[in-house]
């Protein structure tokens, strides 16, 4: 579990590479304060997408790429040097400062329109059909592991706005329009969809 607050911005070390385990391994540098919260087996969020240690150093973690992390995310068509948000697990005891995010990327949304305030940001996303119902006027989204609230949405699209300190302190500050993000709903706003979808037109209301 994480919260969508970014610890530190790392980098991939080479190109993603197959694994002997028939997966891909993405290599990553990353400060040596983040490296102390880390070991093998450990769980980090990498542009928001969960993933394992199997490999840990000081200043570099190594993680593997299911073929389900692959279809569903970009991780696999990174090159050496591109800008990884980082966030460790959340622990018992750690401030939530975000909201509840599980690192279980749905899809990929488009940057449609960027525009910049002074030193503040009005970002737009595309996103597909099927992510509608999980989208909410002032509900929590994650792009690419970064904790946001919608600011406005219509049927395809939603708006965010984003602070110096986030632009600063996340890879959003570089993002272009026309390039795709990692999206993670709020995970009530599935469930409750999902309870609604088995209930049926003739469930009737909650109780």
């Known amino acids: 579990m994480f919260t969508g607050l970014v610890r530190e911005i790392g980098r991939l070390s080479r190109d993603p590479r197959p694994s002997a385990g028939g997966g891909v391994r993405l ?7 983040l490296g ?5 087996g450990a769980s980090l969020a990498v542009a928001g997408v969960c993933l394992t240690l199997v490999e840990s150093a000081p200043e570099s973690s190594a993680v593997e790429l299911s073929a ?10 990174l090159h050496e040097g591109d800008a990884l948000n980082l966030e460790p697990a959340l622990r018992a005891g750690d401030p939530l400062g975000g909201h509840w995010v599980q690192g279980h990327v749905d899809g990929l949304v488009e940057l449609a329109a960027r525009r910049d305030i002074g030193d503040h940001a009005r970002f737009s996303f595309e ?3 099927a ?4 989208i909410a006027e002032k509900g929590s989204v994650t792009i690419d592991g970064v904790s946001l609230t919608v600011a406005s949405r219509d049927e395809r699209s939603f708006d965010v706005a984003l602070i110096p300190h986030t632009l600063e302190v996340t890879t959003l500050g570089s993002l272009r329009p026309g390039e795709r993000c990692h999206f993670e709903a709020d995970i009530l706003a599935k469930y409750v969809d999902r309870i609604l979808a088995t209930r049926g037109p003739a469930g009737g209301a909650f109780r």
């Open 27 to 33: 290599e990553i540098t990353h400060g040596e304060e």
């Open 36 to 40: 102390r919260l880390l070991g093998v």
């Open 68 to 77: 389900e992390t692959l279809a569903r995310t970009r991780l696999g068509r």
């Open 127 to 129: 996103f597909p059909p």
């Open 131 to 134: 992510f509608a119902p999980w």
